[in-house]
């Protein structure tokens, strides 16, 4: 059994991501335990729970419930039911605080058992409470000492970006020379459209960070800030042409069950394990799961 590590903000993390993912990987008799900043429980984004919040009707009494785009963008029932059932394991209402995950993990440096075997980072877009998590020092340097150690890392849609932040001991990014996957550019676009017409009054409601004057379109999107930090351009790795089941990984409408892998898109470099959206959590899960295991 290893013991995985799963920082979360303390906000607005994507249900889904983490809620599949601690699922799959305790039913394969993993254990997982928490980091939040402060060592209180964490909340999803709770948009993205219930999908409420995401049609233009939304603010009208009586219509608040009545579901158009929020069924598309938000949480499966699988995973609603996934994310209930974490939220009242030990080890989320008492997490730890990430400072004293840090701490624990550069102990275990030194130490012939470590105290976490592998880190999941699963993702989450709502600058409200992600950008913490997104852009915390400490768990940049967390994440940098285990690629150092080449014990297993996954991460999931802008769960990447704190990877590609981390550095290594030459100041790149931990993720250059690797291949790695994360929320597409058109996959965020999308959802942001969709978001700025049911959620008209939030219009920047899914991009967490937004383009300055001069920048093109797409400059601040996940894909591109991650493959600004890999060695070449061509290791983000999106689902190519001639896949298996192109549109059901490409379309946005199916996501992967825990035996049905073919709407999944996961890159797996060595150690690393990678996944574009909520989609991929259970392929994810157990790709890593295998990681693990070896």
Same mark, same amino acid.
């Not at 991460?155 to 931990?174: E, K, N, Q």
């Not at 199916?254 to 394990?273: F, I, L, S």
């Given at each position: 059994m290893a013991h995985v590590l799963?920082?979360? %903000? *303390?906000?607005? =993390?994507? %249900?889904?991501?983490?809620?599949?993912? $601690?699922?799959?990987?305790?039913?394969?008799? !993993?254990?997982?335990s928490f980091a939040t900043p402060d060592g209180q429980p964490a &909340? +999803?984004?709770?948009?993205? @729970?219930?999908?409420?919040?995401?049609? /233009? $009707? *939304?603010?009208? /009494?009586?219509?608040?419930? @009545?579901?158009? =785009?929020?069924?598309?963008?938000?949480?499966?029932?699988? &995973?609603?039911?996934?994310?209930?059932?974490? +939220?009242?394991?030990? %080890?989320?209402?008492? %997490?730890?605080? $990430?400072?004293? &995950? #840090?701490?624990?993990?550069?102990?275990?440096? !030194?130490?012939?058992?470590?105290?976490?075997?592998?880190? @999941?980072? /699963?993702?989450? #877009?709502?600058a409200r409470g992600m950008r913490a998590y997104l852009q915390s020092e400490l768990l940049q340097a967390l994440v940098a000492g285990f690629f150092a150690a080449d014990r297993p890392v996954a991460a999931i849609c802008h769960g990447v970006l704190v990877a590609a932040r981390s550095r290594d001991a030459a100041g790149r990014s931990v993720l250059y020379g690797r291949r790695t996957t994360a929320l597409t550019w058109r996959q965020e676009r999308t959802a942001d459209r969709l978001a700025r017409i049911g959620r008209f009054w939030d219009p920047h409601y899914y991009r967490t960070y937004l383009e300055a004057p001069g920048q093109p379109p797409g400059y601040m999107s996940v894909q591109q800030e991650v493959t600004r930090a890999l060695q070449?351009?061509?290791?983000?790795?999106?689902? /190519?042409?001639?896949?298996? !089941? !192109?549109?059901?990984?490409?379309?946005?409408l199916a996501r992967d069950t825990v035996d049905d892998e073919r709407p999944a898109w996961v890159v797996c470099d060595g150690c690393y394990v990678s996944a574009r959206w909520p989609g991929d959590a259970h392929t994810f899960a157990k790709? =890593? +799961?295998?990681?693990l295991s070896r």
């Amino acid at each position: 059994m290893a013991h995985v590590l799963m920082p979360l %903000p *303390s906000l607005d =993390f994507d %249900p889904t991501e983490a809620a599949v993912s $601690w699922r799959v990987l305790s039913r394969l008799g !993993h254990r997982v335990s928490f980091a939040t900043p402060d060592g209180q429980p964490a &909340a +999803a984004d709770p948009i993205m @729970l219930s999908g409420r919040g995401l049609d /233009p $009707w *939304s603010r009208v /009494p009586g219509f608040g419930r @009545l579901e158009g =785009f929020g069924l598309i963008l938000r949480a499966n029932a699988e &995973a609603r039911a996934a994310y209930a059932q974490m +939220a009242q394991a030990a %080890p989320f209402v008492a %997490p730890l605080s $990430w400072q004293q &995950a #840090h701490a624990q993990a550069q102990a275990q440096s !030194h130490a012939q058992s470590p105290t976490f075997d592998g880190i @999941l980072l /699963p993702g989450g #877009h709502r600058a409200r409470g992600m950008r913490a998590y997104l852009q915390s020092e400490l768990l940049q340097a967390l994440v940098a000492g285990f690629f150092a150690a080449d014990r297993p890392v996954a991460a999931i849609c802008h769960g990447v970006l704190v990877a590609a932040r981390s550095r290594d001991a030459a100041g790149r990014s931990v993720l250059y020379g690797r291949r790695t996957t994360a929320l597409t550019w058109r996959q965020e676009r999308t959802a942001d459209r969709l978001a700025r017409i049911g959620r008209f009054w939030d219009p920047h409601y899914y991009r967490t960070y937004l383009e300055a004057p001069g920048q093109p379109p797409g400059y601040m999107s996940v894909q591109q800030e991650v493959t600004r930090a890999l060695q070449r351009p061509e290791h983000f790795i999106d689902v /190519p042409a001639d896949a298996p !089941h !192109h549109l059901r990984k490409t379309l946005g409408l199916a996501r992967d069950t825990v035996d049905d892998e073919r709407p999944a898109w996961v890159v797996c470099d060595g150690c690393y394990v990678s996944a574009r959206w909520p989609g991929d959590a259970h392929t994810f899960a157990k790709t =890593f +799961a295998r990681l693990l295991s070896r």
